[in-house]
T-cell receptor
Framework: DAGVTQSPTHLIKTRGQQVTLRCSPK?????VSWYQQALGQGPQFIFQ???????QRGNFPDRFSGHQFPNYSSELNVNALLLGDSALYLC????????????FGAGTRLSVL | QKEVEQNSGPLSVPEGAIASLNCTYS??????FFWYRQYSGKSPELIMS????GDKEDGRFTAQLNKASQYVSLLIRDSQPSDSATYLC????????????FGQGTILTVHP
């Protein structure tokens, strides 16, 4: 049973560039959430996708956008990268239900130079 | 005021001791509570969930929840060096699309 998979594992970009991160949820899960974790901090919620729609969004600018595909996989796009976007980006999958357990992928480490 | 606060670390305990990790939350409508363990350079790993007041035990781990005091804790009995990690407290509200809100984490070191 495959867990949550993310790609790529590491990424280096320069300021102003755009980046796309990918996530495949755990088998049987239909909801994908994205989190940003800066060094030494807890993860911060970016947004959540269910049935191919953004259902909830955290306090992140419009430079952060996403998509969910019919097979439940998801992408996170970040435009006009800033140095402050350097972080570990985590994808979590779950079944749509309040309180349902969220399982994290290994994350993508993004460095913006 | 932060939404989820954890006791400041780092916390250092000897092998075999009980490690106590604490967390308070501000949103009274919170319904679900989780503890994640995160090793350095890795992603968070779910170790406990708790939804009702009281204690929940799973092996060496016990989660405690007091909704009236808006307090949740994690006890690790017989601590091992392999328990050394950052422990993250997370809270989810009761909405259909509830998001996880995390504390800043507590670094635990278990020394032999």
């Amino acid at each position: 049973d495959a867990g949550v998979t993310q790609s790529p594992t590491h990424l280096i970009k320069t300021r102003g560039q755009q980046v796309t991160l990918r996530c495949s949820p755990k088998s049987g899960h239909d909801t994908v959430s994205w989190y940003q974790q800066a060094l030494g901090q807890g993860p911060q919620f970016i947004f959540q996708y269910y049935e191919e729609e953004e259902r909830q969004r955290g306090n992140f600018p419009d430079r952060f956008s996403g998509h969910q595909f019919p097979n439940y996989s998801s992408e996170l796009n970040v435009n006009a990268l800033l140095l402050g976007d350097s972080a570990l980006y985590l994808c979590a999958s779950s079944l749509r239900r309040a309180g349902e357990l969220e399982y994290f992928g290994a994350g993508t480490r993004l460095s913006v130079l | 005021q932060k939404e989820v606060e954890q006791n400041s670390g780092p916390l250092s305990v000897p092998e075999g001791a009980i490690a106590s990790l604490n967390c308070t939350y501000s949103d009274r409508v919170s319904q679900s509570f989780f503890w994640y363990r995160q090793y350095s350079g890795k992603s968070p790993e779910l170790i406990m969930s708790i939804y009702s007041n009281g204690d929940k035990e799973d092996g060496r781990f016990t989660a405690q929840l007091n909704k009236a005091s808006q307090y949740v804790s994690l006890l690790i009995r017989d601590s091992q060096p392999s328990d050394s990690a950052t422990y993250l407290c997370a809270v989810k509200d009761g909405t259909s699309y509830g998001k996880l809100t995390f504390g800043q984490g507590t670094i635990l070191t278990v020394h032999p």
